[in-house]
């Protein structure tokens, strides 16, 4: 797996190589004053596939995931998403999921989909914090309930990667599996920004790449403690594509 800024050549196809375009974070507005149209519309340029990673919406507002869907008739390759917590503000998940399914969207909650021969896999995740510092069930219920519910996570990602058949698997996440991809935002929120169980589980599998938004001021690049690559494609994260969107060669 390999890297590409914007400079490279010619797109690689002949020898079976697969080019992902991966961005997360558009928070798209109800007011609609920034389009995504001519984002998708470079990205079909550039890429094969396209990777989304959640905080699709502002506010996970039905009329925001409307918006995004009326862009991606920009995009002319295929469209993978999770959604991110921002998604579900609104309390309306169900119908900005549906929306986006409507468009065509591989919109993954436990799943797992193919296109061309690379399997891609996602769950949100969720928060829990990182290494030793990992938040434990122990003590209140909310505490334990919010364990749960990233283990539960976990265990959905772990499900959904068994369901694998190809040879090469790219993981799509929300929130970081790794501490190295949120360096830069404040050390207190580092445990809201995701949970190492998540890198636990993919370092039981073998996995080309793996994917996640949610941490605007981290890093670009890390890896799990197994050595699988992990790509914060937020946005706002400075990529050596010089653009929003990271291009990965799988």
Sequence with gaps: MAE????ATARVGNGGTVRIAAVGDLHVKEDAQASCRDLFGEVSREADVLVLTGDLTNLGKPREAEILAEDLRACAIPVVAVLGNHDYESDAVD????????AGVHL?????TEIKEVGFVGVKGFIGGF?????GSFGEPAIKAMVAESVSESMRLENAMRQVRTNRTVVVLHYAPVVETVAGEPLEIFPFLGSSRLAETIDRFKVSAVVHGHAHRGVYEG?????APVYNVAMHVAKPTGRPYALLEI
């Design 4 to 7: 590409k800024g914007t400079t």
């Design 95 to 102: 119908d900005v999921a549906h929306i986006l399914r409507q």
């Design 108 to 112: 993954l909650d436990g799943q797992t």
């Design 131 to 135: 290494g030793s510092r990992m938040l």
């Design 223 to 227: 890896r799990t403690p197994g050595g």
